[in-house]
Every structure is written in structure tokens, then in C-alpha cells.
Nanobody, 120 residues
């Protein structure tokens, strides 16, 4: 089965930086895209950034000047460099992968989420 393992979350002061990582493993044939979503209390999950395995990126307006998404194709890993963090960025950050499993059609897979807390 496919598994997404996230790391890099934590507590940081406003203006600080964090780098999140998400590694996909398991019975993967190929990855189409990966992305990062935030899930804050009382709010719907929303996209922060995504990247195709060809390198095309997409950012939410609220983060495009501060966050950078990248990927390592060979490692099946996506990163989110988060700079100039604000208290309103506090959320659980969840990794998603759209991929082809071995002998399976394309599907979405979600990580467990990693907590990011930004203090003022």
C-alpha cells in the first residue's frame, strides 16, 4: 500500500521558517502530482501549493510570495519551504499525492498531517 510520511512541523515564532517534507513509499508506479493543504480548526481544508512531477507549480495567493514547493522525483518526495510565517498560518499541514499504484489506477493519497504552530 501507499504511504505518505510527513515531517518538519513544529513551533516557530512569527517571521520564522520551516521546511516540511513528505515522502511517498509503497507500491507506486508513478506520481502525477503532490501538494500541501492546510486544515485549520473550524475551516475547510485548502490548498497551499502543488507541483506536478514535470515541475509545474500552483500556489494559493496567500502563500505564493512566502512558500516554495519543490520535489525530488527520484525520492518520491515533496518539500514545502515556508518563510515569513504568520500566526494565521497555524494549521495542520497535510500532504497529498496523486499517483498510479502498481497495477492500480490513478488515485489520491493523503498523509497524516503535521502540525505547524506560529506564535506571535
Amino acid at each position: 500500500q501507499v504511504q505518505l510520511v510527513e515531517s518538519g512541523g513544529g513551533l516557530v515564532q512569527a517571521g520564522g521558517s520551516l521546511r516540511l517534507s513528505c515522502a511517498a513509499s509503497g507500491s507506486i508506479f508513478s506520481i502525477n502530482a503532490m501538494g500541501w493543504y492546510r486544515q485549520a480548526p473550524g475551516k475547510q481544508r485548502e490548498l497551499d501549493a502543488s507541483i506536478t512531477w514535470g515541475g509545474s507549480t500552483n500556489y494559493a495567493d496567500s502563500v505564493k510570495d512566502r512558500f516554495t514547493i519543490s520535489r525530488d522525483n527520484a525520492k518520491n518526495t515533496v518539500y514545502l519551504q515556508m518563510n515569513s510565517l504568520k500566526p494565521e498560518d497555524t494549521a495542520v499541514y497535510v500532504c497529498k499525492a496523486t499517483l498510479l499504484g502498481i497495477l492500480r489506477p490513478a488515485a489520491d493519497y493523503w498523509g497524516q498531517g503535521t502540525q505547524v504552530t506560529v506564535s506571535s
